[in-house]
């Protein structure tokens, strides 16, 4: 019992929070692309790009992606506390080495590429940039030392023995410093005159300038001083004041920037400081060009406003883990919330009081009930408990709401919706937390969970469960299963107007549907196509509703609802809201990002077009510069990439482009890439505009392009091809001309040639009528006649048969051999015949052989008829028959290459003695001129050089040993 008493103490008085709410800020780590959590500083260049300046290299980002860039990209160092765009467009970087870099048309510019930088000589960090009226860059070092670099590039150093916290240019184009003595300024000598000397040096931290102000610290006051009227101010803090790093004008509102979170108050005379962000080490305090503010920490990244008007309680305040589930309005006096870990709480005169309900285990209150004779009822997943001021009693069941019908009794769900009787519910309530919960069993009303009930007319009562809906009248259930698609989903939802008889239905699948009083279903346009888990209705009947996107609020026009998108217009489209409530004009959004609120008649986000840019071109695949604009017919597939810039939308633009001349229509797409394949030839400009999620366009980027037309379509190419044509036909009739004349004198030179060769064949017969007739020579027959007769005369009548017989046979094969060349075997027979003849008449007295080489074939190789005869006879005349010894004639065939080498050997007397022994007769050398002729004319025929050789042979000692001639001639076959 002790126990219980306990908890119930610490139930009632677990904990107040007194704290002020703060803006509604979202985080931005290093999980979302940050290079590091602790970042320095932020910027927004000119041309709407982003800028954090980290411990671990600065990031750029666009509103979809963080580009990083560090010191493998070009930076000096990758701690950069400030930047600073000059008016040639780059961007300065104030690093801690000291080492000046710049960021300049999409590269970066470091002592490295650009050398003049390397003529920088300042100490320590940079601790200011600033430019002149004249295009001079200035900047010093902490611990020493101004450079200026002036617009060509040249550098000159001052030095300066000074601690520097910065530097300005005052309206009269004069630098000024801000140096720990003091406030300097440069004449145009070159000398620095004092303007004010700190009168607590000794005490202060830190110097910071806002525009031609310099903030300075004592003990618990900054004091500023304008260094153009020359005037000092205090300003007053209530609390202890730690360092302060950063400050910051926004809409009359000073953010003073410390280690102890940043102090916001307006520029008044007497400053009432509202202390955020206490956990925090505050860096710097930014508003970019669309009204987001940002706030930079050195623990957790970047944080910033969505929606600047909308403020929030956080954990800190008494929001356990930050989530909020459930609303409930007290008749305007209170405003309750519910949460995690068995948390839930009021708000009161803009203070948060918060308790823990003592349930069985910490988990989750999904529901609040408030019934004003009753009190409110706290719905648990492990308990219900009802509160009434001071007293609280429990009821030892849990469930996912509780509602009292207007009988008394109440719907009660679980996994499943039952009615408990209101006698029940008064016997099992207790003034004690339950150590265990009950397993009630009644009989089911609904066999589904039910997310929500509403009081509908009369009895009705209308609950809406994962199943869809289902309407209680009385004792009766009517489901809407098979009547209507619309409710026949999961209901986040419900609220029921009535005025308008009409039930408005929040479902996860159909968006807003309401019920008319006529019974029909009908679902809401206006753009709400998001699950609805939440409904609330003001006494006019102006309607909240709270989705998985954001806000939006209903009114009716004429009987018709119509809604517009609030969170669009606050800055709250991406939250997901849980339960709304309107609660002393203001409306409360339940989160999981907090308790958020609003004002509605005052809280509309500054309006602001996005920016846009054409990025890259690629051509076929290949990316172009930005200074080609015509291409090639063949290089007609276009890819143009483009980039919308609106920050607080984080990339969820809507771009509309055309190419002009093609199709005037405006295409819409979400892609930042547009493919044109195989255009045409012609003049193109391809126009791109960006769209918002407030429906705002941006101005319309251009880029225009050519296709230039094939060549052979140009004028140029038309007359250079008349041109052609013309030379082509002049050209053509002077070489037909010259083809013909050609063809002429090679006609006449064919008519010459074949003149020639009939000559030439006429002197072959010839030639071989002048050897038949040399071989058939009268000595010859006249010495064969003589051989016959003398056969008879001896009466060797069988001898001179045979010889008759042979030379009738040597007469025949001659005069069959007409043709101009005839079988090796046949040259052979008739040389046999001719041998054998010759034999006779000289006694027998010499041998004769023919030797053929196997490459050579008999019967398919061709030669000259009677061709060797006269070389055989010379043999037999001039060589063997002076001899009287027996000799051999040897007579032989073999192949060389493409020629025949035929050749006759003999070993006679040799050539020499038989020069010495008689003179040649006319006879033998008319036959040898005969051969010579012959073999000249076989030359002019085939073109293949046809020649006879002599070679006298020799024996060992010296002496004649016979004489060869070797006859060359092409090899041809008879086929």
Not at 409 to 434: G, I, N
Not at 746 to 761: M, P, R, S
Not at 868 to 896: C, D, M, W, Y
Request: glycine content about 8%.
């Amino acid at each position: 019992m002790n126990k219980k008493i306990t908890l119930g103490i610490l139930f009632l008085f677990l904990s107040a929070f007194l704290r002020a709410q703060e803006p509604y800020f979202l985080n931005i780590r290093m999980e979302q692309g940050l290079p590091s959590n602790y970042v320095y500083s932020v910027f927004q260049d000119r041309d709407g790009f982003l800028w954090f300046g980290t411990n671990a290299g600065v990031a750029r980002y666009d509103g979809y992606n963080f580009e990083i860039i560090s010191l493998n990209d070009g930076l000096t160092s990758n701690d950069v506390f400030e930047f600073f765009q000059d008016s040639r467009g780059r961007i300065w970087f104030r690093t801690w080495n000291g080492k000046p870099c710049y960021y300049f048309e999409g590269k970066m510019w470091n002592p490295d590429n650009a050398p003049f930088l390397k003529e920088v000589k300042i100490a320590s960090y940079i601790s200011g940039i600033v430019e002149d009226q004249d295009g001079n860059i200035w900047m010093n070092g902490f611990r020493g030392g101004i450079s200026k670099i002036c617009p060509d590039g040249t550098v000159e150093n001052i030095p300066r023995n000074a601690t520097f916290w910065g530097l300005i240019v005052s309206e009269e184009n004069r630098l000024m410093t801000v140096e720990g003595e003091g406030f300097y300024e440069m004449d145009s000598q070159g000398n620095f005159i004092p303007l004010i000397c700190y009168p607590y040096r000794r005490d202060f931290g830190r110097i910071c300038t806002l525009d031609e102000t310099i903030f300075y610290f004592y003990k618990q006051q900054i004091i500023s001083f304008d260094a153009r009227t020359r005037e000092s101010r205090k300003f007053l803090f209530s609390k202890k004041l730690e360092e302060t790093i950063h400050v910051t004008l926004l809409h009359d509102r000073y953010w003073f920037s410390t280690r102890g979170g940043t102090f916001v108050g307006e520029d008044k005379e007497n400053i009432s400081f509202n202390h955020l962000f206490r956990d925090n080490t505050v860096t710097c305090v930014f508003e970019d060009r669309e009204g987001t503010q940002w706030i930079c920490t050195h623990e957790d990244g970047v944080y910033y406003t969505p929606a600047p008007g909308v403020r929030q309680y956080r954990e800190k305040d008494g929001i356990a883990g930050n989530t909020v589930l459930g609303l409930e309005n007290e008749n305007n006096e209170r405003l309750w919330f519910s949460g995690l870990r068995n948390l839930y709480g009021n708000l009161s005169n803009d203070q948060v009081t918060a308790y823990c309900a003592p349930f069985f285990s910490p988990v989750e209150i999904p529901k609040l009930r408030y019934e004003p004779d009753e009190g409110l009822w706290v719905i648990g997943k492990t308990g219900l408990a009802l509160v009434n001021g001071k007293k609280i009693s429990y009821l030892p069941i849990w469930g996912n709401d509780f509602f009292r019908r207007q009988k008394g009794d109440y719907l009660y769900s679980t996994h499943v919706t039952q009615f408990l009787e209101k006698e029940w519910v008064a016997s099992h309530l207790s003034p004690y937390p339950p150590d265990s919960l009950m397993s009630i069993r009644f009989d089911n009303v609904i066999n589904s969970r039910a997310n929500d009930f509403c009081k509908g007319k009369g009895n009705q009562v209308w609950a809406g469960t994962v199943a869809g809906l289902v309407l209680l009248e009385n004792d009766s259930i009517i489901p809407f299963e098979d009547k209507e698609s619309l409710v026949n989903c999961p209901i986040g939802d419900l609220c029921y107007l009535p005025d308008e008889d009409m039930l408005l239905i929040g479902t996860l699948g159909h968006g807003l549907v309401i019920r008319k009083p006529d019974g029909t279903f009908e679902q809401v346009g206006g753009g709400i196509n998001e699950m609805v888990y939440a409904i609330a209705a003001t006494s006019n009947n102006e309607i909240w509703l709270g989705t998985r996107k954001g806000v939006y609020k209903g009114a009716f026009e004429a009987g018709e609802l119509r809604i517009i998108n609030m969170g669009i217009r606050i800055g709250l489209e991406h939250l997901k809201v849980n339960d709304i409530e309107v609660f002393q004009g203001k409306v409360y959004l339940a989160t999981d990002d907090g308790l958020a609120f609003f004002d509605p008649d005052g809280n509309v986000r500054r309006q602001s077009v996005p920016l846009i840019y054409i990025t890259q071109v690629h051509v076929n695949g290949v990316e172009v510069p930005d200074s080609v604009h015509e291409f090639n017919y063949l290089k007609n597939s276009i890819s143009i990439s483009f980039l919308g810039l609106h920050i607080r939308d984080h990339g969820n633009l809507t771009y509309h482009y055309r190419l002009a001349s093609y199709d005037s229509t405006w295409q819409t797409t979400a892609s930042r890439e547009v493919n044109f394949r195989a255009l045409p030839t012609g003049d193109y400009t391809f126009e791109v505009r960006a769209e918002n999620n407030q429906g705002q366009l941006s101005p319309v980027a251009s880029y225009s392009f050519q296709i230039l037309a094939p060549f052979w379509t140009e004028g140029w190419f038309l007359v250079a091809i008349l041109l052609f044509v013309v030379v082509f036909l002049i050209l053509g009739w002077r070489v037909r001309f010259n083809f013909l004349r050609k063809r002429y004198e090679l006609e006449q030179t064919a008519i010459q040639a074949e003149k020639e060769k009939v000559e030439i064949e006429r002197n072959l017969l010839e030639l071989e009528q002048q050897s038949l007739r040399m071989q058939m020579n009268p000595h010859f027959i006249f010495n064969a006649l003589n051989t016959i007769k003398g056969y008879y005369a001896e009466a060797r009548d069988q001898e001179a048969s045979g010889y008759i017989t042979k030379f009738s046979r040597l007469l025949r094969l001659i005069l069959e051999s007409g043709d101009q060349l005839i079988s090796l075997e046949k040259e052979i027979q008739i040389l046999t015949l001719f041998l054998d003849l010759a034999r006779v008449r000289y006694d027998n007295k010499f041998d004769f052989e023919f030797e053929v080489s196997p490459a050579v074939s008999r019967e398919e190789t061709g030669i000259p008829p009677m061709l060797l005869q006269p070389l055989v006879e010379n043999a037999i005349i001039h060589g063997i028959g002076p001899k009287k010894e027996a000799s051999t004639i040897r007579i032989g065939f073999q192949r060389q290459g493409e020629s025949l080498l035929c050749w006759v050997q003999d070993d006679g007397i040799g050539r020499s003695r038989a020069e010495k022994r008689e003179s040649r007769s006319d006879n033998l050398s008319h036959s040898t001129q005969v051969v010579k002729d012959r073999l000249r004319l076989i030359t002019q025929r085939t073109g293949i050089a046809s020649t006879i050789t002599y070679f006298d042979l020799q024996n060992d000692d010296g002496s004649p040993a016979g004489t060869r001639a070797e006859v060359l001639i092409p090899y041809q076959t008879i086929w």
